[in-house]
């Protein structure tokens, strides 16, 4: 097969089980416990927030202006895969528009990331529950001549992506987490939390304490009961959860 005619179906994906533990983790704190380096480039942005992209990197190479392996693409997906199109930054021809994302969406993809221009910008910002983000906005349509790559390494943003990354996204910006490490949110936290005392630990006192409310004098907190806990609980609460939290 000749170099830039690539297309390559299958490849591994990681387990749903894993992509779930990183629902409604901010793209900050993942960037964070992963050397502050994984996040895109900031020009691009979310065309629309409805809030968290989360899904599995299937990755498209196109050369500037042309869309013809997107095509192929769009039918070779699957459900919950995130379609991320390098197309070189070049954002003088939009690679797709609302249509194109529209059959994106029927066939249960999660959303599209494209290091280049789209089209119909009002159109996918007011779509339901499918997620763009891109560098520009063009209404230049795209060439259909190829050549291309599907499910090869790419680059969006300045960073490396590789089919079955982890595709995290919110209102700041999006992270790629390799898929062949297990990472837990209470790893994530944990780490975070050590390294980030300042953030959380403050000099104000008050709240709950560990026999209010949320009492749990001697245990280790879980998420759950740290997503309930107002900024006052946390501090009052900071030595017990520093020693560690749990699922």
């Not at 107002?230 to 900071?238: D, L, Q």
Request: with cysteine; aromatic share 6%; charged share 25%.
């Amino acid at each position: 097969m000749s170099i830039g005619c690539k297309i390559i179906k299958n490849f591994d994906r990681p387990a749903p089980e894993l992509v779930a533990r990183f629902k409604d983790m901010p793209v900050a704190n993942i960037d964070d416990n992963m050397g502050r380096i994984a996040a895109v480039d900031a020009a691009i942005e979310p065309i629309g927030y409805k809030g968290q992209l989360l899904g599995t990197a299937f990755t498209v190479r196109v050369p500037q202006g042309d869309n013809l392996m997107f095509h192929a693409a769009m039918d070779l997906a699957k459900p919950g895969d995130v379609i991320v199109i390098d197309a070189g930054g070049f954002t003088d021809r939009a690679i797709f528009g609302e249509l194109m994302a529209t059959y994106c969406k029927s066939r249960g993809i999660k959303g599209i990331v494209c290091d280049g221009a789209i089209r119909d910008r009002g159109g996918l910002a007011a779509m339901e529950d499918f997620h763009v983000y891109a560098r520009a906005a063009t209404p230049n349509g795209p060439y259909k001549n190829g050549p291309g790559e599907i499910n090869v390494p790419v680059v969006i943003g300045g960073k490396t992506v590789y089919p079955g990354d982890i595709v995290v996204g919110d209102d700041d910006t999006l992270g790629f987490k390799s898929g062949d490490k297990t990472v837990s949110i209470s790893d994530g936290v944990n780490a975070w939390l050590k390294a980030n005392a300042w953030a959380v630990k403050s000099t104000s006192q008050g709240g709950a304490g560990s026999h209010g409310p949320l009492g749990n004098a001697g245990k280790h907190f879980s998420m759950e009961d740290i997503r309930k806990m107002s900024r006052e609980e946390i501090n009052k609460n900071w030595e017990t959860i520093k020693k560690g939290v749990t699922e």
